[in-house]
């Protein structure tokens, strides 16, 4: 399965795009395999988060789905790419504040299970003994019965990696997920998504900043 950019050039980069860029080329994300795209701010990150997600289309050139044309997707199509092939941490985090963490972290999978409950892999949805497990891995266990808005961004960022993992994926996206994190933090959160995308043979993307984020064993994608 792959993700394929054919020629891309987003709307607002046009004047932007430099030499050995993702944009603008042929380039293929491959299930089961580690990107990382590592760019200062305003270069594009965000916006090829935002084409992988759906939640942009002001694009030139074709983007291909495992197959599937994006240009020709319907709502419910991209709803169904969202909760059964990619799972996104946006850089944002998108976190409802005012419920506790791990109802954010249950939420979406339960939601999932309700509209697409014949697709949706049970053994993908973990228990509350595993999210448990892993909150306690990433130090955010005392954190889980805590409204979000109490929580720092760090541990926010931590609630949304853990949020993105309880569920199906075959692509697993995430924006700057530890920009918020200490070298040590950050390397568990990494061990715990490569574990979990492993299980899945997903692929993953990770956007970064600079170089002091550059993850080892990871495909390096310019743009």
Request: glycine residues 6%.
């Amino acid at each position: 399965m792959t993700i394929d950019f054919q020629k891309i050039i987003p709307n607002p980069l046009k004047e932007f795009i430099l030499p050995n860029s993702i944009w603008n080329t042929d380039f293929s994300f491959k299930s089961g395999e580690m990107y990382q795209i590592i760019a200062p701010s305003g270069k594009g990150k965000s916006t090829l988060v935002g084409l992988l997600a759906g939640t942009r289309g002001d694009f030139l050139g074709r983007l291909i789905l495992e197959g599937q044309m994006s240009s020709g997707f319907t709502p419910m199509q991209w709803s169904q790419w969202r909760a059964l092939k990619c799972s996104v941490v946006f850089q944002d985090l998108q976190l409802f504040q005012n419920l506790t963490a791990l109802q954010n972290i249950t939420l979406t999978a339960e939601i999932h299970q309700i509209h697409h409950k014949k697709q949706v892999p049970s053994q993908h949805i973990q228990s509350l003994e595993t999210l448990t497990e892993w909150a306690t891995l990433l130090g955010v266990e005392a954190k889980l019965n805590q409204p979000v808005a109490l929580l720092s961004f760090g541990q926010m960022q931590r609630i949304a990696i853990l949020r993105a993992l309880n569920r199906p994926f075959n692509w697993i996206v995430l924006d700057e997920p530890f920009s918020h994190l200490d070298q040590t933090n950050a390397n568990i959160a990494l061990n715990l998504i490569q574990k979990v995308a492993t299980q899945q043979n997903a692929g993953i993307i990770i956007t970064a900043l600079d170089d002091r984020y550059a993850l080892p064993g990871f495909q390096n994608v310019t743009i």
